[in-house]
C-alpha cells in the first residue's frame, strides 16, 4: 500500500522558514497529514492518519485479541479516577465513534509507553469531537501495542496508528485508521505553540481525521489553525523528548527502532 501525503502550507503559500526559524526541513515535509493509499514517496514524513478510502469502507465493529504489552498503572491523580475499558479485547474497527464524554468534565490520558508515562490533559470544552474519539478508542484498547511510527527530531512524535502492532507490516505504518473519519475542530483557539502540545493528524481534506495523534518536541505555530489541538502534556514531556527519533524531515531513517505504546489510561475529574 503506498502512502500519500499532502501539504496544506503550500496551499495557503506558508514558508516554513519564516514561520518557524527552529525547523530547517523543507515545507513539504513538515505538515502533518494522513497517509493515503494512493501516495508518492514524500508521504512519509509528516504526522499521518487514516487513509480516506479505509475509512469510508468500513462499516461494522470488528474485535481481535489484544496484542498489547503489561500496562503500568498511573500514579494517583488528585480529583481524578480511571474509567473502566469498554472492551476486555482490543477493538480496531468501528463504524464511528459512540458518545463517552461529558464535555462539562475534565479528562486526562496516561499514556504508558515502553519508556515511560506521558500524562495528557484533554480539552473537552474546546475540541469536544476530537476528545471523545481519543477516549472512544482508549477505552476500547485500540490504542494498545501501537507504536510511535514517525518521530521527527524538533518537531513532533506520531502514533496511533493500528497497523503499526505488526512489524511486518511496517511498510503500511501510517495509513491505518479506525474505519471511519471525522471532521476537524482546527480553529478552536488553540495553538501549537509550545513542546507537548497534542493534535490529530489528518489527510489533505478536513475530514480525513481518524485515530492518529502527534505530541510537538517544539513549538510548531505554522500548524495552528489548520489541524486540531485537543490536549496538553502535564506530565512526561521529557519521556516524550525520549522517543526514538525513526525519521528525518523527509524518510525514515534506516535501522531505528519504534517505541511502544502499550496502553492509554482514561481519568476523569470535575
Keep these: 500500500m503506498k502512502k500519500m501525503v499532502t501539504f496544506p502550507m503550500l496551499a495557503l503559500g506558508l ?39 479505509t475509512a469510508s469502507s468500513a462499516t461494522t465493529s470488528t474485535s481481535t485479541a489484544t496484542t498489547s504489552t503489561a500496562t503500568s498503572a498511573p500514579a494517583a491523580q488528585t480529583g481524578f479516577q480511571a474509567l473502566a475499558p469498554l472492551s476486555e479485547t482490543r477493538r480496531t474497527s468501528f463504524a464511528r465513534a459512540e458518545q463517552v464524554i461529558d464535555p462539562a468534565k475534565r479528562y486526562r490520558a496516561v499514556l504508558n509507553t515502553s519508556r515511560g508515562a506521558v500524562t495528557v490533559e484533554l480539552n473537552a470544552k474546546a475540541a469536544p469531537v476530537a476528545v471523545n474519539n481519543f477516549v472512544f ?31 511486518a507490516r511496517r511498510e503500511a505504518w501510517g495509513t491505518g485508521g479506525p474505519g471511519y473519519s471525522f471532521m476537524a475542530e482546527h480553529r478552536n483557539g488553540l495553538r501549537f505553540d509550545r513542546p507537548g502540545v ?23 505555530d505554522f500548524l495552528s489553525g489548520e489541524y486540531t489541538v485537543f490536549g496538553q502534556v502535564v506530565a512526561g514531556q521529557e519521556v516524550v523528548n525520549r522517543l526514538t527519533r525513526n525519521y528525518t524531515s523527509s524518510q525514515p531513517i534506516a535501522g531505528a527502532g519504534a517505541d511502544v505504546l502499550s496502553s492509554v489510561q482514561i481519568l476523569v475529574g470535575p
Excluded at 522558514?17 to 508518492?40: E, G, K, Y
Excluded at 478508542?137 to 506520531?158: C, K, S, W
Excluded at 497534542?198 to 517544539?218: E, H, K, P, Y
Design 198 to 220: 497534542l493534535g490529530m493528524a489528518r489527510g489533505g481534506s478536513l475530514d480525513s481525521q481518524g485515530s492518529q495523534f502527534f505530541i510537538t518536541l517544539a513549538p510548531a
Design 137 to 167: 478508542l482508549a477505552l476500547n484498547r485500540f490504542y494498545d501495542g501501537t507504536r510511535f511510527h514517525r518521530v521527527i527530531e524538533g518537531f513532533m512524535a506520531q502514533g496511533g496508528d493500528p497497523l503499526s502492532t505488526d512489524p
Design 15 to 53: 514558508s516554513l522558514a519564516a514561520c518557524t526559524p527552529r525547523l530547517t526541513a523543507a515545507p513539504v515535509t513538515r505538515a502533518p497529514v494522513t497517509a493515503t493509499p494512493s501516495t508518492a514517496a514524500p508521504a512519509k514524513t509528516a504526522p499521518a492518519t487514516t487513509s480516506p478510502a
